[in-house]
T-cell receptor, first 114, second 113 residues
Framework: NAGVTQTPKFQVLKTGQSMTLQCAQDMNHNSMYWYRQDPGMGLRLIYYSASEGTTDKGEVPNGYNVSRLNKREFSLRLESAAPSQTSVYFC?????????????FGQGTRLTVV | KQEVTQIPAALSVPEGENLVLNCSFTDSAIYNLQWFRQDPGKGLTSLLLIQSSQREQTSGRLNASLDKSSGRSTLYIAASQPGDSATYLCAVRGPSGNTPLVFGKGTRLSVIA
C-alpha cells in the first residue's frame, strides 16, 4: 500500500528558481491538500482541491500555484523561490463524503531555498 | 476562523505512566477531529478519527474523547512506553467532510525509560 507519495524528498533551490512538488495518492480519494510545516508555526494549509477539477486557496497561498492533474495527482509549483519558502511540505488526501474522511499524509518534501 | 490549541507544548514522563494530552478548538461546528503522531523528520501517522457525533474512540492503549459543545478533546495514553515518544497533533475538520483540517501546534512527548 503506497498511500500518499511525494517527490522529491529533499531539494535545495537558489532564490528565483522554480520547481514543482509532485503528489500522488492511490486510495481513490476525492480531496487533496498541500500544507507547509515550520518550527513554531505548526502545519498551515497552502492550497487544497476538494474534488477533481477544483482548487482553493488556503491560509498561505502567496508564491504558490497548484494543479489537480487528475483524481490521483495534485502538484504544487513554486514559480520564483524565496528563502521564506524554506519549509517542509506535506501532501495529504482524504475522502470528502461520508463518515470516513480520515486524512492520510505523505512523508514530506524538505525544501531549502538559499 | 477556527483555531486549535494544544496544551502542554512539551511533556516528559517516566515509562509506565498514564497521560493525557489536551486539544481545544474555538468553533464547535466541526465534522470530525483527528489525532496524529509525528516522529522527528517523518510524516504524520493517523492515530484516531472521532466523528462529531461520537464521545470517544479507542485504539489499543489510546483513547480519544470529544466534547464538541465545550470545544475540547483529550488523548489518553495508557502505560506509556519510550516508543510513544513523538509529537502528537490534533486537527479538526469542519463543518463538512470536504473542508480542510486545521491543526494545533502539537505536544512533544518524551517517555523516559
Amino acid at each position: 500500500n503506497a498511500g500518499v507519495t511525494q517527490t522529491p524528498k529533499f531539494q535545495v533551490l537558489k532564490t528565483g528558481q522554480s520547481m514543482t512538488l509532485q503528489c500522488a495518492q492511490d486510495m481513490n480519494h476525492n480531496s487533496m491538500y498541500w500544507y507547509r510545516q515550520d518550527p513554531g508555526m505548526g502545519l498551515r494549509l497552502i492550497y487544497y482541491s476538494a474534488s477533481e477539477g477544483t482548487t482553493d486557496k488556503g491560509e498561505v497561498p502567496n508564491g504558490y500555484n497548484v494543479s489537480r492533474l487528475n483524481k490521483r495527482e495534485f502538484s504544487l509549483r513554486l514559480e520564483s523561490a524565496a528563502p521564506s519558502q524554506t519549509s517542509v511540505y506535506f501532501c495529504a488526501s482524504s475522502e470528502a463524503l461520508g463518515l470516513n474522511t480520515e486524512a492520510f499524509f505523505g512523508q514530506g518534501t524538505r525544501l531549502t531555498v538559499v | 476562523k477556527q483555531e486549535v490549541t494544544q496544551i502542554p507544548a512539551a511533556l516528559s514522563v517516566p515509562e509506565g505512566e498514564n497521560l493525557v494530552l489536551n486539544c481545544s478548538f474555538t468553533d464547535s461546528a466541526i465534522y470530525n477531529l483527528q489525532w496524529f503522531r509525528q516522529d522527528p523528520g517523518k510524516g504524520l501517522t493517523s492515530l484516531l478519527l472521532i466523528q462529531s457525533s461520537q464521545r470517544e474512540q479507542t485504539s489499543g492503549r489510546l483513547n480519544a474523547s470529544l466534547d464538541k459543545s465545550s470545544g475540547r478533546s483529550t488523548l489518553y495514553i495508557a502505560a506509556s512506553q519510550p516508543g510513544d515518544s513523538a509529537t502528537y497533533l490534533c486537527a479538526v475538520r469542519g463543518p463538512s467532510g470536504n473542508t480542510p483540517l486545521v491543526f494545533g501546534k502539537g505536544t512533544r512527548l518524551s517517555v523516559i525509560a
